[in-house]
């Protein structure tokens, strides 16, 4: 297996087919990422916590640029997300991915996915809580605290965490 020069990239697939791919791509030893979380619905009057797709139709994989014909290869995946069409696929920095996949792992509140242009915050880390050691940016969203993780390819993802759980990052 190839382990230098991989890059995170995001894979677009059919509708309700991404636990499909993400099993393709286990079985093909191809290093991969779906976005999911706990989520509560009420059926008849029963809770019951259900996964919940972060990004429907999207699934990362972690490959070197000469096993992306694999991937497109692979049933029900479409192509690529690429920042200008036509071009090459874009990769995912590494940093950005990484405090992408924590905020969503351990984040305990629904993660909110925006690509609206919300303007730089305060860089800070987390100090305590379940997010402890998150990087990311202090910054006020629908009136209420976020930490705000940016991922360039899509926009941001944000969690509410009360002010006090952070501390400003030192330069």
Not at 50 to 71: K, N
Not at 73 to 97: A, C, K, W
């Amino acid at each position: 297996m190839i382990t230098e020069n991989k890059h995170w990239y995001a894979v677009l697939t059919r509708t309700n087919s991404e636990y499909k791919v993400r099993d393709y791509f286990s079985v093909q030893n191809i290093e991969n990422f779906l976005p999911v979380q706990p989520h509560m619905t009420e059926t008849n009057g029963q809770l019951s916590e259900r996964l919940r797709l972060v990004i429907p139709r999207m699934i990362f994989v972690y490959i070197h640029p000469r096993e992306m014909s694999i991937v497109r290869g692979t049933m029900n995946v479409y192509d690529f997300l690429r920042l200008i069409p036509g071009h090459p696929p874009t990769p995912i920095p590494e940093s950005q991915m990484a405090d992408f996949r924590y905020m969503i792992d351990y984040s305990t509140k629904e993660v909110i996915l925006t690509g609206e242009a919300i303007p730089r915050g305060t860089s800070v880390v987390v100090a305590k809580g379940n997010l402890k050691g998150l990087h990311g940016e202090l910054v006020r969203y629908e009136g209420k605290y976020h930490i705000l993780v940016r991922v360039n390819l899509f926009g941001c993802a944000l969690v509410s965490i009360p002010a006090n759980c952070v501390k400003k990052e030192k330069e």
